[in-house]
């Protein structure tokens, strides 16, 4: 199958298996088990705004890849996308980055106010366990490569995951870069979310000490290039094709690596970087060209 | 052992536990695997601030009354109190309750600003989880009631527990209180998190369903009457007995049971509820005395 159409069939499966654990709600005071109707759409708002779903299509194609049960993957790939949505609603709210637009609509505290965008990022994160640990109960057979999986997902998403990475971040604005702390940032903030589909689908689908390396080294060559590119494209991009404002790192004083060592030097990175991840999956053969391709895809995103 | 003793026991295991899970960092950017300092500083500061430790402890007591072992329930019984934690840092801010005052001391945005406030709930939340997960692997031989605690927990701490309770009460603020609403309210926002260590231990220590029934009917009257009396001491009470600011419910116009029944009727409610709750633990005889004695402290709360 060609890569496109096989990205496209994995993101199908993401949003039915999304609409499936957070359906819309109705009342205001709902029946034992479901969640309130205000609580369901400002989730839904945000989860179902039509992203790329990169991180859950990553762990259903390392599942496939080492031949694991994709039907128990589906509930982790749709939780670490619940995870990375909180994410940006608290990342958007005003105490942080204070942005109106996220992938070309209104940021989530912009339509439902700050409380109710709080909350809906609390329920998202809480969610993702939530469903992660019922999964795991349901495929019993598999019980500890479930539970290991939604323990890399929640080492990588946490305070020495991704939100260590967001912590150092904030607390850098303003200051002048530095390659170690930006470094960390990048590792942390970007790269451990996209390491963690990998990390989750290596457990799930009973991978080798081998490949678990190989995968790690791969997210995170990735995740950096990804945020380095990110980078970029606030500088160089369009607002119109980004779907929210750019030059905005400049204006919030972030480390970059643009602002560190220069536009060429950070492309120059940049690629080194992808050429690098895409050495990492050499031990995987033939069965990585989708992970091969994926990656040739994203590292054409930069300008 | 008497009951203030026992609770003091527990009390203090629990200390330990969170600053052994949760210690001082003391880098900006850590080594891998640790919290960046100024991360686990916003966390301690108010995670360590001298709360009474309910949820724990009755996670402990009932895992000591089913004769469960006490080394694998004290993780869960602090992940609960993160959880418990990270509610109140998110419910302080600006866009929620916006109080500058919590356990007699100045809120956690108020000491750290909003962006850390929201990150340190966030690394609570997701912390307790990975927690409750590695702890989990630790005691293998038991990971299936490991796993249904930890989802108990889930449930009761997420969209249909007691997120679902705060969303309610935030959609409510300013509307005439009705029972229904006011009953949903009370379950969800504070019930639940009284039951959830109920039924962790119960899942621990491998409670009959009729040892769980009767748990979660315990809880249910217990955390209703736990807020009665919240709200009868924000009308009653003093600022410098609680910790916090009194007569916070008028100015926001939450619904509260003594503005839909008045002062004396809440009590009434109250008190029965209480009653409620300790004959609930019938079925564990002489074995419930730290529960009823609990019951009988917590009811002695309100004026």
Redesign the interface.
């Known amino acids: 199958m060609e890569y496109i159409e096989q990205y496209q069939r994995y993101a199908a499966l993401i949003e039915a298996t999304l609409n499936t654990i957070l359906p819309e709600g109705k009342m205001?005071?709902?029946p034992?088990?479901?969640?309130?109707g205000?609580?369901?759409e400002a989730?839904r708002y945000s989860l179902l705004a039509g992203g790329k779903r990169v991180r859950p299509v990553l762990l259903l194609a390392v599942c496939d890849m080492l031949k694991g049960n994709i039907e128990e993957a589906l509930v982790p790939a749709a939780a670490l996308e619940m995870i990375h949505t909180?994410?940006l609603i608290?990342d958007d709210?005003?105490?942080?980055d204070n942005d109106d637009y996220r992938r070309g609509r209104l940021t989530n505290?912009k339509v439902f106010?700050?409380?109710?965008?709080?909350?809906a990022?609390?329920?998202l994160?809480?969610?993702a366990?939530?469903c992660m640990?019922?999964n795991?109960?349901r495929f019993?057979d598999h019980?500890?490569g479930h539970?290991?999986a939604?323990?890399a997902v929640?080492?990588r998403?946490?305070?020495?995951g991704m939100?260590?990475g967001?912590?150092?971040d904030?607390?850098s604005e303003h200051h002048d870069p530095d390659a170690?702390?930006l470094f960390?940032i990048h590792t942390h903030k970007t790269a451990d979310l996209l390491t963690a589909p990998l990390m989750a689908a290596s457990y799930i689908a009973g991978a080798t000490e081998q490949q678990r390396t190989a995968l790690e080294r791969f997210g995170a060559c990735v995740g950096v290039a990804f945020q380095i590119d990110d980078d970029l494209l606030d500088v160089e991009g369009n607002a119109g094709e980004m779907g929210k404002a750019t030059g905005m790192d400049a204006q919030h004083g972030k480390m970059t690596w643009p602002a560190l060592v220069g536009i060429e030097a950070a492309k120059a990175r940049s690629n080194l970087l992808w050429q690098q991840a895409k050495e990492a999956l050499d031990c995987f053969g033939e069965d990585a060209r989708f992970l091969q391709a994926f990656a040739d895809a994203l590292a054409k995103r930069k300008k």
């Open positions: 205001l005071c709902p034992e088990g479901e969640m309130p205000k609580l369901s989730m909180y994410s608290h709210l005003p105490g942080m505290h106010g700050e409380g109710f965008a709080i909350l990022g609390d329920g994160l809480n969610y366990y939530e640990l019922s795991a109960l019993k019980l500890e539970i290991r939604a323990e929640a080492k998403a946490g305070v020495s939100i260590a967001q912590c150092v904030l607390l170690d702390t960390y």
